[in-house]
């Protein structure tokens, strides 16, 4: 089953995706999401000019082979475009191995493992009681699980706070904006956040929060001391991902469970983090960590040392990611929780799907494959708009991660 063709479609409905489509000698195709948030031509750029001609001529049956060859082939390893290039690679051979043999891609993976997927919505609000209106509004649309981030007094902006209701899209048209930070005054707000959450909504909703990268490790070991008696489901990102150490301390000094990964793009970004169990969910996703055979694999590692996963569901990840995740979340046994923001109407349009949200929970579908198409007439009506995420100073104009 030799691969004919693959092309590269970019396309912005509502924001920008890069969708990777690969078409067999049969004449089936499969799609893989190869979106890279702010990065999104780099990507493009990967695949068209150095992935492709080495993909024609090739067995599409052969998953595990195309993904060592494109990884140990390159000489240069890791790294976000790199694997976000294989990772589009490794979902689109997925897709067809499922149509191929008629049957959803979770079959493949060893069948279900559950029911159905929990996922968490995203909430947030200028201020505490915005916030807690927010959460009210999930609570009543079915949400088990709900994320929530809140604006601080005295900064402009903060992260997590968008301009919807169901949907928050960091990235801006045109160059990167600058937002401004303070951890002192975050860390005076985000206790109080979650005490007033808990005596509304009580025990039983799970509560998430993100701290997008942003701490010290001992900021956020006080700041996970601080939320211990409200419980939270996690505590995300609470420092910079790429050091590891980091979390040792944090780990030291509290018991809110925390999660990390939407940044990794490999099992070697986290396989300390794993094996010492600093962590509690680890959050890497099929697009940008190499695809559905890569992250299998970290979720076998993880399995092995009460880690459970957490993919990454982002409004920056296509309908081909969110189905895969959910593939994946319904297939391994160590599966903890899947992030879901709901896309626009516009994208859900150019990429139809079979998977659907009910009462708190997700299913990828029946349908042979992924269970996405990608309408190609209608994302041409919609071309790439440069786009970025935004950057981060603090109050004394020093850069600090977004
Ligand atoms: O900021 O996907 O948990 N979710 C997140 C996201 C990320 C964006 C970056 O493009 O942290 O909102
Ligand atoms: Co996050």
């Not at 005054?185 to 009580?202: D, I, K, N, S, T």
């Not at 920056?316 to 990611?321: A, K, M, V």
Request: charged share 20%; proline share 5%; hydrophobic share 40%.
């Amino acid at each position: 089953m030799k691969i004919v063709d693959a092309k590269v479609i970019v396309c912005c409905p509502g924001r920008n995706f890069v969708t990777l489509k690969i078409v067999t000698e049969d004449g089936v195709s499969g799609l893989g999401d190869a979106t890279l948030n702010g990065r999104e031509l780099a990507v493009a750029s990967y695949l068209s000019d150095h992935v492709i001609p080495l993909l024609l001529g090739r067995d599409a049956r052969r998953i595990e082979d195309t993904w060592q060859y494109l990884y140990k082939g390159a000489y240069w390893r890791r790294g976000p475009v790199t694997m976000t290039a294989i990772g589009a690679v490794d979902t689109a051979l997925w897709d067809i191995r499922g149509k191929t043999l008629n049957t959803p891609v979770y079959q493949l993976l060893g069948g279900r493992s559950r029911e159905s997927v929990l996922v968490y919505g995203h909430a947030n609000g200028t201020d505490i009681e915005e916030t807690v209106a927010a959460v009210a509004r999930y609570v009543k649309l079915g949400y088990q699980a709900v994320r929530a981030q809140c604006g601080i007094p005295g900064l402009p902006s903060a992260y997590g706070v968008g301009r919807g209701q169901l949907s928050y899209e960091p990235a801006e048209k045109g160059l990167a904006p600058e937002n401004v930070w303070s951890s002192e005054r975050y860390l005076h707000v985000v206790p109080g956040l979650f005490a007033r959450l808990r005596g509304e909504f009580g025990d039983d909703l799970h509560l998430l929060h993100d701290a997008h990268h942003r701490l010290t490790p001992i900021e956020a070991a006080r700041l996970g001391k601080a939320l211990e008696p409200h419980h939270l489901f996690w505590l995300e990102d609470p420092v910079p991902a790429e050091w590891q150490e980091g979390f040792r301390v944090i780990r030291q000094h509290t018991t809110t469970p925390l999660a990390v990964g939407e940044v990794f793009d490999t099992i070697y970004d986290c396989h300390t983090l794993i094996q010492e169990q600093l962590i509690d969910y680890i959050r890497t996703t099929v697009v940008h960590a190499g695809g559905i055979s890569h992250l299998r694999k970290i979720a076998s590692l993880a399995e092995l040392h009460h880690v459970r996963t957490g993919s990454h569901g982002a409004t920056d990840l296509s309908p081909i990611c969110m189905a895969a995740a959910l593939h994946f979340d319904l297939s391994v046994h160590n599966f903890g929780i899947q992030e879901y923001m709901r896309h626009t109407d516009e994208t859900d349009r150019v990429f139809p799907h079979h998977y659907t949200f009910e009462a708190g929970v997700m299913y990828p579908g029946e349908a042979p494959g992924l269970g996405v198409e990608l309408d190609e007439t209608l994302a041409a009506q919609y071309p790439y708009e440069r786009a970025y995420l935004p950057t981060n100073r603090r109050l004394d104009g020093t850069v600090h991660s977004w």
